[in-house]
């Protein structure tokens, strides 16, 4: 059974960056796909990024693409999202999520087995 726990929330400035981890802290990724997702205030969950643990295959959201990067650690076992150039409607929670039914390309949030407990980004002026 894997459990995820997301981590790096926090406040910034315009044009700053953070690094988000998301962190198998029981189980693998070895069989998953691996995706960010965000959610504002009042709003539905969005797909932010993904990424494939076997083939690497990486897929953007076209808000993210240029800015945000999905790295991960075979070693420590967690997927990253990188993001730069932040801006004040960044200022959302994200939450990883994972399955092995998961598209690469704009999957649908809150449908996988895994998944954690969120992580807030405040972007401020």
């Known amino acids: 059974q894997v459990q995820l726990v997301e981590s790096g929330g926090g406040r910034v400035q315009p044009g700053g960056s953070l690094k988000l981890t998301c962190a198998a802290s029981?189980?693998?990724?070895?069989?998953?796909?691996i995706g960010w997702f965000r959610q504002g205030p009042g709003k539905e969950r969005e797909f932010v990024a993904t990424?494939?643990?076997?083939?690497?295959?990486?897929f953007y959201s076209d808000g993210a693409k240029g800015r945000f990067f999905i790295p991960r650690d075979n070693g420590r076992k967690m997927v990253y999202l990188q993001m730069n150039s932040l801006k004040l409607n960044d200022t959302v929670v994200y939450y990883c999520?994972?399955?092995?039914?998961?598209?690469?390309?704009?999957?649908?949030?809150?449908?996988?087995?895994?998944w954690g407990q969120g992580t807030q980004i405040i972007v401020y002026s």
């Open positions: 990424i494939d643990w076997q083939d690497r295959t990486i």
């Open positions: 029981r189980g693998t990724f070895s069989t998953l796909t």
């Open positions: 999520e994972a399955g092995s039914g998961m598209k690469i390309k704009n999957p649908p949030p809150g449908r996988y087995r895994y």
